[in-house]
Nanobody
Framework: VQLVESGGRLVQAGGSLRLSCLVSGLALNSFGIGWLRQVPGKEREFVAAIGYFDRSTYYTDSVKDRFAISRDHGTVFLQMNNLKPEDTAVYYC??????????????????????WGQGTQVTVSS
């Protein structure tokens, strides 16, 4: 099982970025793939998720009107628009193998994600 993130970089406030997560080694149809982020000294937090079998999407309130998660075959994307300095974090993609079994519930819980990528740094300057 491998998840590899890319696309993080330094961007000015108001700008856009698209993160990619290449997923391999999973029987994806039952999975949910999430994007989570972490700032040093704080807990990792949920950002967005997508169910692979029905493309259902989920967002935390702070990004709902600015970020969009999507998938294309084995890659999951996070399109981030109107970025703010508070979006600065390491962004991780992670796989939840029981997403379909739980009907998409608990997607915002860190504990449901069993496979993780190495993370990609997003820095938004003011």
């Amino acid at each position: 099982v491998q998840l590899v993130e890319s696309g993080g970089r330094l961007v000015q406030a108001g700008g856009s970025l698209r993160l990619s997560c290449l997923v391999s080694g999973l029987a994806l149809n039952s999975f949910g793939i999430g994007w989570l982020r972490q700032v040093p000294g704080k807990e990792r937090e949920f950002v967005a998720a997508i169910g692979y079998f029905d493309r259902s999407t989920y967002y935390t309130d702070s990004v709902k009107d600015r970020f969009a998660i999507s998938r294309d075959h084995g890659t999951v994307f996070l399109q981030m628009n109107n970025l703010k300095p508070e979006d600065t974090a390491v962004y991780y993609c992670a796989a939840d193998p029981y997403h379909r079994d739980r009907g998409g519930r608990e997607v915002d819980s860190i504990d449901v994600y069993e496979y993780w990528g190495q993370g990609t740094q997003v820095t938004v300057s003011s």
